[in-house]
Structure formats: C-alpha cells, structure tokens
C-alpha cells in the first residue's frame, strides 16, 4: 500500500519498521488525563492495534501495530479522546491535525507535591492551547520547582516554578529553620543578622525551602507565580546540550508570548533545505546569533518589574 509518509507523520501517525504498519501517537498535555480515557486507549489498541501501547518520554502513549488501512478508522476512535482531552482540532474525525510541536510534558506540579510551586498540569494546557497546531519541531516542559524533576533544562523551552517567599516578622522566632535549610537544601540565599532572617534578592532562586520548614508559618509562597524560563537544551546525535536561564521571575503571559514569537522567528529564518524539512531551533540561534532571537522573542512582551532578562547567553555541550 503506497501512501504519504509526510502526510501520515503530520496526522500524528509513526513511520515504523515494519512495512505497512504505523503506530498512533496520543496527546496528553501535562501528563494529566482521566483514567475513562485509558480505557478507550485500550479498545483502539486491541481494536485497530496488536494490543500493545508505549508509554512515551514525553508522556503520550503510542498504540502500536495499526496497519496503514486501518488509519481513517483510528482517527474516527480518536475524537472522544481529543475532545475529552481538549486537544485543538482542525476537522472532526480526522484525528490529530498537527505532529510538530511535542507533547508538552510536566511533572506532577503543586496538585500533589509540597514542592510545587504552581499547577504545572492547568499552565501545561493553556500553552496546549496557545501553541498546537503547528508542523514546527518544539519541546516544551515544565516543573514545578527549581528539583527540576521533569528535567526542563533538555528541552527547548524550559519553566520551571518560582515563588517569591515573603517574611512575616511577627511570627518569626529567630530558630534559625529557615536558614539551616535554606543552606543545606538549596543555594543560601538566606542567613541571620541581629537575630532576624534576613533574604539575598539577587542569590534567592524561589524555591520554597524557607517556607516549606519555617515551624511557625513566618514564611508564606507568593501569591502570583513567577518562574524560570530556560532556552533551547537538547539531545540528540549533534551538539547535545544543557538549556541556559533566560529569565528570572518570568510570569505565564510573557512566557507564552515568547514561545509564540519564537514560531515567528524560526519560520523567517528556518534552513528549509534541512533534513525532513526540519531545523532545531538551537542550530537557528547559533547561525543568525542570540541577539536577534532576542529581539523576536521579547517583541511586544511585558515582563514583571521583578523580572530579569539573561543576555548574552552562551550554550556549552560536547561539540562535534
């Protein structure tokens, strides 16, 4: 059976090894979804598929084994999932109308974690809905606090959650809690003066450790969220490399905008000769340089006054 290989990736369908056959590839923004889906997840894959799925790196699933013919029926088994999941869509009964920009992956966020300094699943969906469709190659990734357990520094838009601890001085009893963890659990932002707690601004990486051990409940989260956005980390078999920090107490708004503006920038700017027609975003900013991304992103972007901008940025990695 001849068919559209291009066509085919698009519809969010896997070119496999295994000649006529394809896997479905199954959006879930922020890793988060109801357990009812799971069960129409298995109906396709024992339906259509070999009975198997995989549980991706970016917290999809993949339902493996669905021959070529079989696609249209697949996409017609998709829409109370993409619905229910409220994925962007294009046309009904046509499955997913986009397969560029990755799944938007998150870990579990303040939902479950003391740690969390925000929902990272409800901000996973509102960029969701700001970004897909698009045929553009992104990854983006959040985490709820500066553990970075969902590893944001190895993709091209990293957030990671902030908040901007606030000292109540009636309340405190100068224990020294605040400090002894701050210095043990994270970067020392915090020490002692005249037996009062007193914050380093610049080092304070908004982590919520003062918070989280404070035995008296001096020290409260912020009620805006703020966070950390890191730029353009990435595996892969050339130059893999770490993201660095853009910006510092960043707020949601400005972040979507400036994944918005960087769609804007790589399509002015993308070697459309590349290899499957894709281009990294990294190996863009290295060929036209950071400041003229820089102008992109932040064009009509209104950062917090808290806010700080990193520039110039250098990415280090193995260069080969």
């Known amino acids: 059976m001849d068919i559209n290989t291009k066509k085919l990736k698009k519809n969010a369908f896997r070119v496999t090894k295994t000649r006529g056959v394809t896997a479905s590839r199954i959006r879930v923004p922020g890793g988060h979804l109801n357990v009812e889906h799971l069960a129409k997840i298995q109906e396709i894959a024992q339906t259509y598929g070999n009975g198997t799925i995989h549980i991706t790196s970016r ?16 996409n017609i088994a998709l829409q109370g999932l993409i619905e229910g999941l409220e994925i962007n869509q294009e046309d009904l009964n046509c499955g997913y109308p986009s397969a560029g920009t990755r799944n938007i992956t998150a870990c579990v966020g303040n939902r479950v974690c003391p740690f969390g300094c925000y929902d990272t699943t409800t901000f996973a969906k509102k960029i969701e809905k700001a970004v897909f469709p698009n045929d553009l190659h992104f990854k983006v990734a959040l985490t709820g606090c500066p553990n970075d357990c969902a590893k944001v520094r190895m993709h091209d838009f990293g957030i990671m959650g902030m908040t901007l ?14 400090v002894k963890a701050c210095t043990k659990k994270s970067v020392g932002a915090l020490k002692a003066e005249n037996y009062r707690t007193v914050r380093n601004e610049e080092k304070c990486i908004g982590c919520g450790e003062c918070v989280l051990n404070c035995p008296n409940m001096a020290w ?8 950390r956005l890191t730029l353009l980390g990435r595996t892969g078999k050339k130059n893999p490399r770490l993201g660095e920090d853009f910006i510092k107490w960043a707020d949601e708004e400005s972040i979507i905008k400036i994944i918005l503006n960087t769609y804007d920038y ?10 499957g027609g894709k281009e990294h975003i990294g190996y863009i900013v290295d060929r036209t340089g950071f400041e003229e991304f820089k102008k992109w992103a932040l064009r009509d ?14 990415w280090k990695g193995i260069k080969y």
């Open 165 to 178: 601890p606030s000292l109540d001085t009636s309340r405190c009893i100068s224990c020294g809690a605040c």
């Open 220 to 227: 409260s989260r912020s009620t805006k969220k703020y966070y």
């Open 266 to 275: 790589v399509k002015e700017y993308i070697d459309t000769t590349a290899p």
């Open 301 to 314: 972007v209104c950062l917090p006054e808290i806010a700080e901008v990193y520039s110039p940025l250098y």
């Open 59 to 74: 917290q999809g699933f993949e339902i493996s084994g669905i021959p070529f013919e079989k696609i249209p029926d697949v």
